[in-house]
């Protein structure tokens, strides 16, 4: 709840209603004032408002003179919301998965180079095989045990590149709207119902695959 709220009310979004629906000049803000960008705030903030609900939905109310206009106004809040998640979301994700990328490929380096030295010590006889047992040095051994930890550690961490990966071509959900605004009687207020984003489960999964990708 707290995470839609947000995205609605932030900057990105209030700047894309500003400019798509040309709300310097329907606020009738005069931009010679040295204070019409909080002028501009204060005419927002009073003719677009967010309420929420005892389901824990958020209402979206928008004043304006033409009614109709206000329920478009309403809509488009919601999907602009929508598509700023979105940008906010796969960026986060990208990052993550560069990162987790970049330490994968690092690792996968160090496993390669240490299967060469134990190719290069099993034919220095470091590791023969005698009437069907393998037998081995006490340097091959050890290295061997530091290779298998190695690894383990490039296997964690390309499943964790992989997960990341899978998340970033994947879908953001998006707002189930109950309700969309439709203009009323008066033109005053045309409210938008819409529960907030079931996107927690996909905040909760990238926190926890960031997490485990910093204790690898």
């Keep these: 709840m707290g995470e839609q709220l947000e995205m609605i009310q932030s900057e990105a979004v209030q700047h894309s209603m500003i400019e798509e629906f040309n709300l ?6 005069d931009t010679l004032s040295p204070f019409w960008l909080e002028n501009l705030q204060k005419k927002y903030n009073s003719r677009i408002h967010f309420d929420r609900t005892i389901n824990k939905s958020i209402v979206v109310s928008v004043q304006d003179r033409d009614a109709k206009l206000a329920a478009t106004m309403a809509n488009r809040l919601v999907e602009l919301a929508d598509q700023h998640k979105n940008s906010v979301v796969k960026e986060n994700i990208r990052s993550a998965a560069h990162s987790a990328f ?4 690092d690792m996968k380096a160090i496993v390669e180079s240490m299967s060469d030295s134990l190719e290069v010590m099993r034919l220095a006889g470091e590791s023969v095989w005698n009437y069907g047992e393998e037998r081995k040095s006490s340097r091959f051994t050890h290295y061997e045990l530091q290779y298998r930890s190695e690894l383990d550690r490039y296997l964690n961490l390309k499943w964790h590149w992989e997960e990341l990966n899978d998340l970033l071509q994947a879908e953001v959900p998006s707002s189930y709207v109950v309700s969309s605004a439709i203009p009323q009687g008066k033109p005053v207020f045309p409210k938008k119902g819409l529960i907030a984003l079931i996107a927690g489960f996909l905040s909760a999964l990238i926190y926890l695959l960031i997490r485990n990708l910093n204790l690898a």
Aim: charged share 40%.
């Design 24 to 29: 310097i000049e329907r606020f009738e803000i």
């Design 102 to 105: 970049e330490s994968f490929m």
